[in-house]
């Protein structure tokens, strides 16, 4: 069982969409994306709701007890607390190579690729999702990343700088005197 939803104008934190890797060098090869969510916001409501949901489905009488037994736990559930933003939860999604890679979509729903170079780590997204909870080896709250959609731009989280060349000073000609 699964629960498919729609995150509209989420933030792209972490983004594996293009090429599928190894966690830590071992296992299966997956896509993986993850999401910041406003705490108390509909969206994150949304997904707690939908967590619940497929727990009951699962666990039935169980669930609630399950529930708190995963809550909290990066190794047990894919929704936490953002560690950089206590305002934030955060939904870590993965996809295995085998079952083809996520679309990336612009606003038009044109395919993209990685030289596209429109979804980076830091803009806004539709994420289209799946909760299920897995029961047997490594049980616990796991999300699978489906499709995104540019949504719109945002500040990049990554620290590399864009090469400009700004922080230099101009080179006198040989004749000139020199700047020191």
């Known amino acids: 069982m699964s629960k498919r939803m729609v995150l509209n ?35 994150d409501n949304k997904i707690k709701d939908a967590i619940k949901e497929e727990m009951k489905a699962v666990f039935k009488e169980d669930a609630d007890k399950r529930l708190r037994a995963f809550w909290g736990s990066k190794s047990t559930c894919c929704y936490t607390d953002d560690a950089d933003d206590p305002t934030k939860m955060m939904l870590r999604s993965n996809r295995n190579k085998k079952d083809r890679a996520p679309a990336v979509l612009d606003r038009a729903k044109n395919v993209l690729s990685e030289e596209d170079g429109v979804v980076y780590a830091g803009c806004y997204v539709n994420a289209d999702t799946s909760i299920w909870i897995q029961t047997e080896k490594f049980p616990g709250i796991r999300c699978t990343i489906n499709a995104v959609q540019f949504y719109k731009d945002g500040d990049a989280f990554s620290a590399v700088v864009q090469p400009t060349g700004s922080m230099f000073e101009e080179i006198p000609e040989e004749n000139e005197e020199p700047l020191i």
């Open 9 to 43: 104008n989420v933030r792209l934190r972490f983004a594996r969409l293009f090429v599928a890797e190894q966690f830590q060098g071992a296992g299966e090869f997956r896509y993986n994306a993850s999401f910041l969510i406003d705490k108390d916001s509909e969206t």
